[in-house]
């Protein structure tokens, strides 16, 4: 059984930070890409970061510059720095990963976490 869980979510004022954490566990035999996502109040989910296991970055416009993926393979960790928080990047944050359970199934699932709040407000 694979789990996604995330951490570091909060309350933050606007131009400050935050650090959320994606940790997975469970049977993993390889990962793939992971990422972060998002979904406002009475919008839809939408992409923020992405990282593959090997090659570029990618971020939705409205957060680069601010916001940085990274990752831990050792620890099967994604992080999301977040830096000059705005209030328009208040939402509950959902980490993803394709993961391959074992070498006996040869696919990458698609697991999500059960997201983090985070809120901007003065």
């Known amino acids: 059984q694979v789990r996604l869980?995330?951490?570091?979510?909060?309350?933050?004022?606007?131009g400050g930070s935050l650090r959320l954490s994606c940790?997975?566990?469970g049977t993993i035999f390889s990962i793939n890409a992971m990422g972060w996502y998002r979904q406002a109040v009475g919008k839809?989910?939408?992409?923020?970061?992405?990282?593959p296991s090997g090659g570029s970055t990618n971020y939705a416009d409205s957060v680069k510059g601010r916001f940085t993926i990274s990752r831990d393979n050792a620890k099967n960790t994604v992080y999301l720095q977040m830096n000059s928080?705005?209030?328009e990047d208040t939402a509950v944050y959902y980490?993803?990963?394709?993961?391959?359970?074992?070498y006996a199934y040869p696919a990458y699932r698609?697991?999500?976490g059960q997201g983090t709040q985070v809120t901007v407000s003065s």
């Open 85 to 87: 928080l705005k209030p």
């Open 110 to 112: 698609n697991y999500w």
């Open 95 to 102: 980490c993803n990963a394709e993961i391959r359970p074992s």
């Open 23 to 25: 940790a997975a566990s």
């Open 5 to 14: 869980v995330e951490s570091g979510g909060g309350l933050v004022q606007p």
């Open 44 to 51: 839809q989910r939408e992409l923020v970061a992405v990282i």
